[in-house]
C-alpha cells in the first residue's frame, strides 16, 4: 500500500488505527492552531525537538499542502480529513472526537498544522534489529506516562511536562537499544531514561500503572525503558488553558497520517538537506 | 573592532574576558572532543538546543576552519588559540587552564571543535529595550546554578543537567522580557523559568548563593529569570567521566570566540538559510 491510499482509506473512514498501515512510510502526530499562537507552537517544538520533533506545517488557512512538499507529494491531500480520528480542543480541554475538521474548519479560518515525528519508524528498526517492543507481541497500545521533564516554555506555551512510552528491555540490551533509536532524532531518537531507578527520576511512581495506553508485561530481570512521546503536545495545549482563545485540533492517539517520507528521508532531514 | 581584530587580541593574550568586546558580533563558547565522541556531542547538542544551541564545528584534526563558513570568514583562523583562555578535562575532570592548545592537540590528533551559542546577544537586546541585565550595571558575573532540568542523554554523555543563569526581574517586566529574548533561538531563547516558585522547580536552595559566577543583588519586589546556560556542555563532559578516553577541552567561561556572525544572522540560523 502506498502513503496515498493509505491516506484515503483514512479520508474514507476506513480504519481507526494506522499501526503497520503502509509499512517503510513515516507516520506523523497532528497539532492545529489559530495562526497567531503558531509561532510560538513553531518555538515550542525548536526548543524541545526531542519530544515535539518538527516534521512539517501547513501555511495558514491552506489545508492542502505541507512544507516542505516532499513530505506529501500528491495535489490530493486535506489534513482535516487524511486523519482517521481527530481531537477538538477548547481552552485547554479535548470537548469532542470527529472523523473529520470540514465543519470546525471553514475558507475564512487561518489555521496552521504542525506535523510532529512518530516513533513507529524506530519500533521497525528495533523489531529488524531483534528488539521487537512488546506491545508489538502483545497487541496491545505502548503504555505511557506523565513525567517530571519540564517542556521549555516557549510564549503561551508554558508549565506542561513530557509524555513518555515504555517498552521494556533486558539491562544487557539497553545499549543496543539506544544505539539503534538513537539516529531516528526526527522520532523521538534514543530513550530519554531507562533501569527502575530512571523511573523514579522521571517522577513515574507506578510504571504497572500508566497514564495513558495500556499496562506492558515485564519478563524475569526486565527493566524498564522510556521515550518522549507525541502526545507530548496536546499537554502543551492542556496547560496553555484559556491564554488559547479558539479552537484547537489534534489527532486522536494511534490515529496517525501517513507521510511520503520513509526511513531514507529521516537521515536527509537530520543532515538538514530536505 | 572587527571580529578578526577581537580574535587576534584573544590569540596575542591581550585580554582575558571577551564580554563587550566587539560589539554586535556573536560570541561562542567551546567544547573539543576526540573526533570518535563527537557524533554522540552533535546528537546532544541537536536534542538539546536551549542549553546547548550548537553554532558550527571544525572538520576532524582542522583547526583552521568553520562550518558553515560564514561563521569564521578569514583564513586566519585558529580554534587553539582564538579564545582568550581554555581548560582541559581528562575523565570528566578539570586538570588544568592553558592560554592556547598547541601542545596537547598536534598534528596527529583528530579533534573536532563545537562553537556553542552564548547569551551575550540576548543581554544587548535587553538593554537596548531598557531591561539591562543587573550584573552589567554592577559590573558583576551573572549568577549561575545548577539545575534539576535533565540534559535529555546522547551517547556516552548521560546523566547531565542544565546549568542555568540568573538575572533578577520585577514580576510586571517578565512577559516583556520573555518576548524581547524570545528569538534569539540559538543563543538560549526564552527564560526557562521564573519566579520564586520557579527557582523551587529548579530545585535551587538558595538564589543567593550561585553555584558559579557572583550573587545578584535584587531590588524591591524582583523576582528571579531563569535561563538555560552555555556552560552546561562542560556539565556534560563531567558526567561522562572515565567514559570518555582522552582529553576534552572548554573555554574558561568568559573567554569566548568573537565570531563573524551578527544578530541578523541569528534570524538566518533560525530560518535554516544559514
Given at each position: 500500500m502506498t502513503a496515498h491510499e493509505a491516506r484515503l482509506l483514512s479520508r474514507q473512514n476506513c480504519i481507526t488505527n494506522t499501526s503497520g498501515l503502509a509499512p517503510g512510510y513515516l507516520q506523523a502526530n497532528l497539532l492545529i492552531l489559530p495562526s497567531k499562537y503558531a509561532r510560538h507552537f513553531h518555538d515550542l517544538c525548536l526548543r524541545n525537538p526531542v519530544s515535539c520533533p518538527l516534521l512539517g506545517i501547513t501555511p495558514p488557512g491552506d489545508p492542502h499542502s505541507v512544507r516542505p512538499s516532499s513530505c506529501i507529494q500528491t495535489q490530493d491531500f486535506d489534513i482535516r480529513s487524511d486523519f482517521p480520528m481527530y481531537r477538538v480542543y477548547s481552552k485547554g480541554k479535548c470537548i469532542g472526537r470527529q472523523r473529520d475538521l470540514y465543519s470546525v474548519w471553514t475558507d475564512t479560518d487561518d489555521y496552521v498544522g504542525f506535523l510532529i515525528g512518530c516513533s513507529f519508524s524506530f519500533e521497525d528498526a528495533l523489531a529488524e534489529a531483534g528488539l521487537q517492543p512488546r506491545h508489538q507481541k502483545t497487541g496491545t497500545v505502548v503504555a505511557m506516562y506523565r513525567s517530571n521533564?519540564?517542556?521549555?516554555?516557549a510564549g503561551v506555551f508554558t508549565g506542561a511536562r513530557c509524555i513518555v512510552s515504555m517498552r521494556p528491555y533486558k539491562p544487557e540490551d539497553v545499549e543496543r537499544v539506544r544505539d539503534v533509536t538513537r539516529p531516528y532524532l526526527s522520532t523521538?531518537?534514543?530513550?530519554v531514561a531507562w533501569g527502575w531507578d530512571g523511573a523514579k527520576k522521571l517522577g513515574i511512581e507506578n510504571v504497572h500503572r500508566p497514564d495513558f495506553g495500556e499496562p506492558q508485561v515485564f519478563e524475569e530481570g526486565e527493566i524498564p525503558v522510556f521515550w518522549a512521546c507525541g502526545v507530548t503536545p496536546q499537554m502543551a495545549v492542556e496547560s496553555a488553558g484559556e491564554k488559547i482563545d479558539g479552537l484547537v485540533f489534534a489527532h486522536e492517539?494511534?490515529?496517525m497520517l501517513v507521510t511520503d517520507w520513509t526511513t531514507d528521508d529521516l537521515w536527509r532531514l537530520r543532515e538538514g538537506t530536505i
Open positions: 521533564i519540564p517542556l521549555l516554555p523521538h531518537g534514543e530513550p492517539p494511534g490515529n
